[in-house]
């Protein structure tokens, strides 16, 4: 409990200034406090329930498991490696700009993981949610949406104005879930459908 307190006075400054900010001045105030609480129902109505950052010596084989057995749908390459994402902190090994700035936050109930979000800014404005997973026994309890909308809340606190993703056309489930939140399409391929939130 004491855990989730100083979550919430923490993130509320964050929207406090980000409602200052977007908000034009002092009337952002009156904004920022509901979104948090909004967002704070969502995530911590079990009080069991804990999303921290990436602890290698907890969640490394977690984290690595969990993404091979699903490695199709979490990418488009079968080459990606688990292993230089989480020990780099980087979306990929081509690009030097990303290397380091990669950040994983882990969801767990009590000792049990439960999945993981991974997403960076791609530039100034704009963040990008590249990875998603929930683990197979814990499907279907809105924990993908619980990490997925504290993703979007430390990609604003970073700066984005908007946050963008992208799927595959065949998973049904993630679609709604992303449009559930808010996010809107804006292009689709034979394969992939792109996705963007604005809020």
Not at 12 to 20: D, K, S
Not at 118 to 128: I, L, R
């Amino acid at each position: 409990m004491r855990k989730n307190m100083f979550f919430y006075k923490r993130s509320t400054i964050y929207f406090m200034v980000l409602g200052a900010i977007l908000g034009g001045g002092i009337g952002g105030f009156f904004i920022a406090p509901l979104v948090q609480r909004s967002i704070k129902k969502t995530q911590y109505s079990d009080e069991s329930l804990h999303i921290d950052f990436y602890q290698p010596a907890r969640d490394r084989q977690d984290i690595i498991d969990l993404f091979y057995r699903n490695l199709d749908w979490l990418t488009t390459n079968s080459d990606y490696s688990a292993e230089f994402m989480l020990d780099t902190r980087s979306p990929n090994d081509y690009d030097s700009r990303y290397f380091g700035k990669f950040h994983i936050k882990v969801l767990r109930q009590h000792n049990t993981f439960l999945g993981f979000v991974g997403y960076y800014m791609k530039n100034f404005y704009e963040g990008t949610v590249l990875f998603l997973a929930i683990h197979e026994n814990f499907r279907g309890k809105h924990y993908g949406e619980m990490l997925l909308r504290d993703a979007i809340a430390e990609l604003k606190t970073q700066g984005a104005s908007v946050i963008t993703l992208l799927t595959w056309l065949r998973n049904k489930r993630s679609r709604a879930l992303y449009e559930r939140v808010g996010f809107i399409e804006t292009s689709r391929g034979d394969d992939l459908i792109y996705y963007r939130y604005q809020g």
